[in-house]
């Protein structure tokens, strides 16, 4: 069972720094450029994130992109100026094929990449309620679509993104948008495809995926408790205004948190967050006020068993 005791009263602050769900024209402070993902990042572990959640965007547009090409201008950049855990995501953006989704890591041999352990609906259209004028043609597309949306990551999908990169040494932030993501997981556990300790990003609050509830929370714990038990590393994700409340429930029962403008622009009640870094202070914070400490890279190196960022491919 993940608790406070197994990794020493530490918890792992990820910060998702961009992501593809938010698009430019809802805050002025997504970071779209390299030099925006990398000074973001950059001030994001200054701040205390142990691990950085990385995507990239089109630096005209903001539009996500996938490209081997779009890493390799924050990549190097990043790692030469901070120790964090990098993590390159193979969810990418739900219109993208999974072989798209996954070449980056494939190429960049990361210490983590993500991976989305099941198909789900994948609203992000309500946000037209809150957002009416948009300065890309895109943007409008994307969350309008999302009504329409599946986003696939059939078994079929998910081995082959473990047969793509775990040959790198690359572990996984496994993420579970609902408990029968937890069952899937355990399947490829049974099957001998995946490798404890199992680092399982519970996702709560997006439409699709299971809500954020406290119930909801404790329901996903208990339910990764039974099918995993000490094989697994716990950590949540609160999407939009669920952020801090989850992180703060997930914490105090001994689990990790992640934060960052991939998952939510607000740093309070119809306030914007300013940048990555405002995100990350507010969980340390909440987590410090609670008897705990935030893990360093290296202890979240240790907490993971990664393999180490001299081992990567950038």
């Known amino acids: 069972m993940s608790n406070r005791t197994d990794q020493g009263g530490k918890v792992i602050i990820t910060c998702a720094v961009t992501g593809a769900i938010h698009?430019?024209?809802?805050?002025?402070h997504l970071p779209i450029t390299p030099d925006q993902i990398t000074q973001e990042a950059i001030a994001a572990a200054e701040a205390g994130a142990a691990i950085?959640?990385?995507?990239?965007?089109?630096?005209?547009?903001g539009q996500p992109?996938?490209?081997?090409?779009?890493?390799?201008?924050f990549l190097p950049r990043i790692k030469q100026s901070s120790d964090a855990v990098i993590n390159i995501t193979t969810g990418g953006s739900p219109?993208?094929?999974?072989?798209?989704?996954?070449?980056?890591?494939?190429?960049?041999?990361?210490?983590?990449a993500s991976l989305n352990m099941g198909s789900m609906n994948f609203g992000l259209y309500p946000m037209l309620n809150r957002f009416k004028e948009f300065q890309f043609s895109w943007e409008r597309?994307?969350?309008?679509?999302?009504?329409?949306?599946?986003f696939r990551n059939s078994f079929q999908d998910i081995e082959y993104v473990l047969e793509t990169c775990y040959g790198n040494g690359t572990r996984f932030e496994f993420e579970c948008y609902d408990t029968s993501h937890l069952?899937?997981?355990?399947?490829?556990?049974?099957?001998?495809?995946?490798?404890?300790?199992f680092f399982v990003q519970s996702v709560f609050g997006l439409l699709g995926g299971t809500g954020a509830h406290p119930e909801d929370v404790m329901h996903m714990k208990r339910t990764a408790d039974r099918l995993l038990g000490s094989d697994y590393r716990w950590s949540v994700l609160g999407a939009g205004s669920n952020q801090l409340r989850v992180a703060a429930q997930a914490a105090a029962l001994g689990g990790n948190v992640r934060v960052g403008?991939?998952?939510?622009?607000?740093a309070g009640k119809g306030e914007l967050a300013s940048s990555n870094a405002v995100q990350v202070t507010k969980v340390r914070q909440i987590i410090e006020g609670l008897g705990l400490s935030v893990a360093t890279p290296d202890e979240a190196r240790s907490i993971l068993d990664l393999k180490g960022g001299d081992d990567v491919n950038f």
């Open 261 to 266: 403008l991939e998952d939510s622009i607000w």
């Open 95 to 112: 219109y993208m094929s999974v072989d798209e989704r996954a070449a980056p890591a494939a190429h960049y041999s990361p210490e983590v």
């Open 52 to 61: 950085l959640h990385l995507h990239a965007r089109n630096p005209e547009t």
């Open 23 to 28: 698009t430019p024209s809802m805050t002025p």
């Open 141 to 150: 597309e994307h969350l309008e679509g999302s009504k329409d949306l599946v």
């Open 65 to 73: 992109d996938q490209s081997i090409e779009g890493f390799a201008n």
């Open 183 to 197: 069952y899937n997981l355990a399947h490829f556990a049974d099957r001998g495809l995946v490798k404890a300790p």
